[in-house]
């Protein structure tokens, strides 16, 4: 068996935390917007209640399957790229060994540098070798599905709690406004989070996703408002 690398345990988290960010944001602003449209149209707490609940459940459901199915269509396809490669070193191992000193030629070595780095490296693991130099893969690095899946699901309840108990649990007169307030602080939370996984400047995604979110708030508060006097 394969021990797992220090690389592909640290490719496995990265995948898991970017899952569970997503997660977390797409909560948030899903059951923000549907409580938030709710609560302006209406005070009733059954209604929130239900509402609310339909959001979080049915978010986190579809959120993990469509983790589930995209992480799948990857690891299909990684593991297909493997299996490929494992069918041309058992067919035509010479002509794998050329291309692998051809690879390590394009990069810079000399001819007879490059071609004992592929003798080498294939007499340890032809495999290993061929994924690394070709795909940029290693074995035991091919995601989870269903490990981010379950992340997803997770976080987008977790991040959706937030809207939702602020909406149940505040007055009336200030649960909107308040509510408002602790969904952009925590978009902008996961923003920055996001940002920081990916390299990225956090404070610039931070923003865009804050901007993101008030325009939605907003949109769904203004046609909960309109549809709440419509129909009163």
Do not use: C
Request: no cysteine.
């Amino acid at each position: 068996m394969t021990a797992t690398t220090p690389s592909a345990a640290r490719v496995q988290r990265l995948n898991r935390l970017r899952a569970g960010v997503l997660g977390a944001n797409d909560g948030i602003v899903s059951v923000a917007t549907v409580v938030v449209g709710v609560a302006s149209a209406t005070a009733s707490a059954p209604a929130l209640l239900s509402a609310g609940v339909a959001a979080l459940v049915g978010g986190a459901v579809s959120m993990a399957l469509g983790e589930y199915v995209s992480v799948s269509s990857q690891r299909d396809s990684q593991r297909s790229a493997i299996d490929e490669e494992r069918g041309h070193l058992a067919s035509e191992p010479e002509r794998e060994l050329e291309e692998l000193a051809a690879s390590y030629q394009a990069r810079g070595l000399t001819e007879a540098t490059a071609r004992q780095v592929a003798k080498e490296l294939t007499a340890h693991d032809a495999l290993a070798a061929h994924i690394d130099v070709e795909h940029r893969l290693a074995e035991d690095e091919v995601v989870s599905a269903w490990g981010a899946a379950f992340t997803s699901a997770i976080s987008f309840f977790v991040g959706g709690i937030v809207p939702f108990l602020a909406i149940l649990l505040l007055p009336a007169t200030i649960r909107i406004p308040i509510t408002f307030g602790l969904v952009l602080i925590a978009l902008a939370a996961t923003g920055w989070l996001g940002a920081r996984l990916g390299n990225a400047k956090p404070g610039r995604a931070a923003i865009r996703v804050v901007i993101g979110g008030t325009i939605a708030l907003a949109a769904t508060y203004g046609l909960g408002s309109l549809l709440g006097t419509s129909g009163g």
